[in-house]
């Protein structure tokens, strides 16, 4: 059968950026400080202009670039210390070409506080951030503005709102991203959950369901031969411990993948019932009392543990539907047809079928096993009376 083969993906760079961030936090805390001292200082120091107070501004760059290393876990706080070495930065006029140390320092240390504000606070705090952005501006230019006109208040005041405006977007982009893949994986992992949680329903539906059905009969039939043939008895009895065990054992191990911890395999090397099981699962049901005769035709192709569950399953719940819901002299036939294209899978009873049978939970676990295999799964009454189970699955379908 074709298998298709998926190729991972190669991870892209934000994804490496990422993983890096992740082995190792504190070097990425530290890149922007080390990014400033090994490529911006020596640029300032060796520049032609002579700037003023080099001292000054080397302290300067020092308070605004160290909390930086803090800036992801308080981000907030790190924008509040800004404010004493911006407004010294803003009392000197410190903002010129000369003046690059400290400038630069500035621009970088106010653009990742505010962008991880933005990113990881609440966005109330951001009403606080733009204040002090304002602050700033109108400090500027009451302290350095040459003419104090209007034009010139606007340009101080739309130039930090640009600015302020330009980071905001782009970490509301980044935040609004991160948000969107989040709520995709909390939405990916409860459809696991939910798949999970209806398989574990099916598999206790079949298991238990078919289990006590075969128990009832043979305690109905064992009860009926105690007092005639004791021996009969003893058969019945001895084959409902039999069919309990089966039932026990198989709920262990669908119970087993809910108590296994993250990572732990063990449950899943449990073997699950597959074809070789279809002639002791017929046995156990001509010991409860139903005729079931047994038919494979064709050459047998080799298929998954998965799809040889569905099956099994499908030939369980069929089987036990006839022993709970049929009345009257009933028979029953299982017909495994193999064929080039797929598997045919035929159930069919003789009987009257008694019309108020619960609800079709069984049959509509059958259709969903079978879609999973690109199959089909149809169930219904015969013209000449009884009820007919059909199951298809397609040789070239998943596996």
Same mark, same amino acid.
């Given at each position: 059968? /074709?298998q ?6 190669k ?15 504190l #070097?990425?805390?530290? /890149? ?6 090994l490529f911006?200082i020596?640029?300032?120091?060796f520049?032609s202009?002579?700037?003023r107070y080099?001292g000054?501004? #080397?302290? $300067?760059?020092?308070?605004?670039m160290?909390p ?10 790190? $924008?509040l210390?800004?404010?004493a070495p911006t407004?010294v930065?803003?009392g000197? !006029? ?5 003046d690059?140390?400290v ?11 505010l962008?991880? $504000?933005?990113?990881?606070r609440? #966005?109330?705090?951001v009403?606080?951030?733009?204040a002090i952005? @304002?602050g700033?501006?109108? @400090? ?5 503005s040459?003419?104090?006109s209007?034009?010139e208040f ?5 130039e930090?709102?640009? %600015?302020f405006?330009?980071?905001? +977007?782009?970490?509301? #982009?980044?935040?609004? =991203?991160?948000?969107?893949?989040e709520?995709?994986?909390? *939405? ?6 939910q798949?999970e949680?209806?398989?574990i329903?099916?598999e206790m ?6 289990n006590l059905?075969?128990?009832n009969?043979?305690?109905? *039939?064992?009860?009926y031969a ?11 009895? +001895?084959a409902?411990g ?8 198989e709920? =262990?191990?669908? $119970?087993?993948?809910?108590q /296994?911890?993250d990572?732990?395999?063990s449950a ?6 597959g074809?070789? !099981?279809?002639g ?5 049901v001509r ?6 005769? %047994?038919?494979?035709? *064709? ?8 799809q040889?569950? +569905? ?5 369980q719940? @069929? ?6 819901h049929?009345?009257?002299?009933r028979? @029953?036939q299982v017909a495994?047809?193999?064929?080039? !294209?797929?598997l ?11 019309e108020?049978a ?10 969903e096993?079978a ?10 009454p ?7 189970v059909?199951?298809?699955l ?6």
């Amino acid at each position: 059968m /074709a298998q298709t083969v998926t190729v991972p993906r190669k991870p892209g760079l934000w994804q490496r950026m990422s993983e890096f961030d992740s082995r190792h936090p504190l #070097l990425w805390n530290l /890149a922007p400080v080390l990014v400033y001292v090994l490529f911006l200082i020596p640029g300032a120091v060796f520049s032609s202009a002579q700037p003023r107070y080099p001292g000054l501004q #080397l302290i $300067l760059a020092a308070s605004l670039m160290v909390p930086l290393v803090w800036r992801r876990r308080y981000p907030f706080a790190v $924008l509040l210390s800004q404010l004493a070495p911006t407004a010294v930065t803003i009392g000197l !006029d410190l903002t010129g070409a000369r003046d690059g140390v400290v400038t630069s320092a500035s621009s970088i240390a106010v653009t990742l506080a505010l962008y991880n $504000l933005v990113l990881r606070r609440r #966005l109330t705090l951001v009403w606080w951030a733009a204040a002090i952005a @304002a602050g700033q501006a109108i @400090a500027d230019f009451t302290v350095n503005s040459e003419s104090h006109s209007v034009w010139e208040f606007l340009a101080y005041f739309f130039e930090a709102a640009f %600015f302020f405006g330009f980071v905001l +977007t782009v970490a509301m #982009l980044v935040r609004t =991203r991160r948000n969107y893949q989040e709520s995709v994986r909390h *939405g990916a992992a409860r459809e696991a959950v939910q798949e999970e949680r209806t398989r574990i329903a099916r598999e206790m539906h079949d298991i238990i369901g078919h289990n006590l059905a075969v128990i009832n009969a043979l305690a109905d *039939g064992g009860a009926y031969a105690a007092a005639a043939s004791p021996e009969r008895a003893r058969e019945a009895l +001895t084959a409902i411990g039999a069919t309990s065990r089966q039932a026990l054992s198989e709920l =262990r191990r669908v $119970l087993s993948v809910l108590q /296994a911890e993250d990572g732990d395999e063990s449950a899943e090397m449990a073997p699950q019932p597959g074809m070789s !099981d279809l002639g002791p699962l017929v046995d156990r049901v001509r010991d409860a009392g139903l005729p079931v005769t %047994f038919k494979i035709t *064709g050459r047998p192709w080799e298929m998954s543990e998965n799809q040889q569950l +569905t099956v099994y399953r499908t030939v369980q719940e @069929a089987l036990t539907n006839v022993l709970k819901h049929a009345t009257g002299p009933r028979r @029953a036939q299982v017909a495994l047809d193999y064929r080039d !294209d797929g598997l045919g899978v035929a159930v069919a009873n003789t009987g009257s079928v008694v019309e108020d049978a619960g609800t079709p939970r069984g049959l509509l676990g059958l259709r969903e096993r079978a879609a999973v295999f690109g199959g089909t799964m149809e169930a219904g009454p015969q013209p000449t009376g009884g009820w007919r189970v059909a199951l298809w699955l397609p040789a070239d379908g998943p596996n």
